[in-house]
């Protein structure tokens, strides 16, 4: 199975800031790679599909970049509404796995 | 509106079954893909199982192959998961999601435990 990691593990900003986080694979994954961000009790929401592509009703402020084995989600200026945990997910080899998530919280 | 609603869940034995449904609307729902991810408490999301728009096509993830099986009545909209020989570690919330890859949307989750 191909193996998703996340740095950091969590992150503590300021509504404001800039934020990325990193998401690598095992090995490569092409552009196969998707985000979620999920907020405490609520189902995942997807928010960047082929590594770089916007989900339709996604704020412009969420960005995803890389391909291979690296990738970046940016939430280039962070609202009161992006705290929450984000994961990245592969589909390039079965079964699709999951990293192990982000948490972004308040400073 | 796309909407996805799971039921079935519920507290149950290890070794026993259930089965877990998902009402599909707001989309043609025999054109999709369609997939269950679940969450054990606190941790993080591991797909579970997908099937074809057909059910021509079933794909499982290891840990509960041959115990689960995933399938779908397209003239009702639904998908289901028939889980047997349940195990603690299976205890999770479970999501339905449409589509193979990416999947969008998810459904809100219906929480299975397992304990004695």
């Known amino acids: 199975d191909i193996q998703m990691t996340q740095s950091p593990s969590s992150v503590s900003a300021s509504v404001g800031d800039r934020v990325t986080i990193t998401c690598r694979a095992s090995?490569?994954?092409?552009?196969?790679l998707a985000w979620y961000q999920q907020k405490p009790g609520k189902a995942p929401k997807l928010l960047i599909y082929?590594?770089?592509s916007l989900q339709s009703g996604v704020p412009s402020r969420f960005s995803g970049s890389g391909s291979g084995t690296d990738f970046t989600l940016t939430i280039s200026s962070l609202q009161p509404e992006d705290f929450a945990t984000y994961y990245c997910?592969?589909?390039?080899?079965?079964?699709?796995?999951f990293g192990p998530g982000t948490k972004v919280d308040i400073k | 509106e796309v909407q996805l609603v799971e039921s079935g869940g519920g507290l149950v034995q290890p070794g026993g079954s259930l089965r877990l449904s998902c009402a599909a609307s707001?989309?043609?729902?025999?054109?999709?893909?369609m997939s269950w991810v679940r969450q054990a408490p606190g941790k993080g999301l591991e797909w579970v199982a997908n099937?074809?728009?057909?059910?021509?096509?079933?794909y499982y993830v290891d840990s509960v192959k041959g115990r689960f099986t995933i399938s779908r009545d397209n003239a009702k909209n639904s998908l289901y998961l028939q889980m047997n020989s349940l195990r603690a570690e299976d205890t999770a919330v479970y999501y339905c999601?449409?589509?193979?890859?990416?999947?969008?949307?998810w459904g809100q989750g219906t929480l299975v435990t397992v304990s004695s």
């Open positions: 999601a449409r589509g193979n890859f990416p999947l969008d949307p």
């Open positions: 707001g989309f043609t729902f025999s054109s999709y893909w």
């Open positions: 099937i074809k728009q057909d059910g021509s096509e079933k």
């Open positions: 090995q490569g994954i092409s552009s196969w």
């Open positions: 082929a590594a770089s």
């Open positions: 997910q592969q589909a390039n080899s079965f079964p699709p796995t």
